[in-house]
């Protein structure tokens, strides 16, 4: 057979054609843009959810605007988002990269600290409820051991709130020290190589070499810190129910209680849909400064 020939028969290798992302398109219009659209219609409603919604027009986002509790919550949404991100992040990554090398029983302790996020956010809010409970808890036996009386960490105080950043690292680092762990077992041992060569020590190895190369990483995790953090909703409601007050009452757990206790479903949906699109704003502004939507290889060069 002729080159000519051959080269007629081989097989087309162009780019992929519109079809092939027909199922990913049907399935976000289905399940994301669809429901989106009702939700925004339905912020410019008054519905209980029973009947027909009447028009409301801008009340929604009038009451909105000058709500003080949506203020407050706001607020509290984004000092979770920051406390989570800040206490998280660095926690993850150093567990990832300890957990990438080939330490003496890794492999058991990486599974160890894999486990909470095996357990469902219901099961882990039920769990900590029944440890930190002032009665029957350790709490109970720890504070008089220590001549501090009975404390009530999700009792007054402010403790609350703190409690929830800490039991949303517990239940979540295992799933970003799992990405740090396979982003940083991707970078190449001919750079700590020629690093060891030159005389660089652990810190500098790390601070020159396993940081730059987890850029897209620390990208890709802090991204799913913030839309988990400002969408967090099942730990508060078991753990606190929004209080003391109003001390843990984040935007998620107010869209909650004014859609399914007061009923008040196109005001729900107003907070629901400043929520998406504050969440998804945040997210493309950290994709774009961080240069991570160009998507530019850390290992040019090699």
């Given at each position: 057979m002729s080159a000519h020939a051959q080269g007629r028969a081989a097989p087309r290798t162009g780019r992929p054609g519109p079809l092939w992302a027909l199922p990913?398109?049907?399935?976000?219009?289905?399940?994301?843009?669809?429901?989106?659209?009702?939700?925004?219609?339905?912020?410019?409603t008054h519905w209980g959810g029973l009947g027909d919604p009447a028009f409301a027009g801008l009340d929604n986002w009038t009451r909105l605007a000058g709500d003080p509790l949506m203020h407050r919550?706001?607020?509290?949404?984004?000092?979770?988002?920051?406390?989570?991100?800040?206490?998280?992040?660095?926690?993850?990554?150093?567990?990832?990269?300890w957990a990438a090398g080939?330490?003496?029983?890794?492999?058991?302790?990486?599974?160890?600290?894999?486990l909470p996020l095996l357990l469902s956010s219901a099961a882990v809010a039920i769990i900590w409820r029944a440890l930190l409970d002032p009665n029957f808890g350790p709490p109970a036996w720890i504070g008089p051991a220590l001549g501090l009386g009975t404390p009530d960490p999700l009792g007054g105080g402010g403790s609350a709130f703190w409690v929830i950043v800490f039991v949303a690292a517990w239940q979540f680092?295992?799933?970003?020290?799992?990405?740090?762990?396979?982003?940083?077992?991707?970078?190449?041992?001919?750079?700590?190589?020629?690093?060891?060569?030159?005389?660089?020590?652990?810190?500098?190895?790390?601070?020159?070499?396993?940081l730059p190369q987890l850029?897209?990483?620390?990208?890709?995790?802090?991204?799913?810190?913030?839309?988990?953090?400002?969408?967090?909703?099942?730990t508060v409601l078991i753990m606190t129910d929004g209080?003391?007050?109003?001390?843990?009452?984040?935007?998620?757990?107010?869209?909650?209680?004014?859609?399914?206790?007061?009923?008040?479903?196109?005001?729900?949906?107003?907070?629901a849909f400043t929520l998406v699109i504050v969440a998804t704003l945040i997210a493309l502004v950290m994709v774009r400064l961080t240069g991570f939507g160009s998507m530019r290889s850390t290992r040019e060069g090699m």
């Open positions: 990913g398109v049907a399935f976000f219009a289905l399940f994301a843009a669809l429901p989106m659209l009702l939700v925004a219609y339905l912020s410019f919550a706001v607020g509290l949404s984004l000092l979770l988002t920051v406390a989570s991100w800040a206490l998280q992040t660095p926690i993850s990554l150093l567990l990832g990269v080939r330490q003496r029983g890794r492999a058991v302790l990486s599974a160890v600290f894999f680092i295992p799933l970003h020290m799992l990405l740090y762990q396979g982003g940083a077992r991707q970078i190449p041992e001919t750079l700590y190589q020629a690093a060891r060569i030159d005389g660089a020590g652990r810190l500098r190895m790390f601070w020159h070499i396993t850029r897209n990483t620390v990208t890709t995790s802090s991204v799913l810190m913030v839309v988990g953090s400002l969408t967090y909703f099942d209080g003391p007050g109003t001390d843990t009452t984040i935007v998620p757990y107010l869209m909650f209680r004014a859609g399914f206790r007061s009923w008040e479903l196109g005001y729900a949906s107003a907070i």
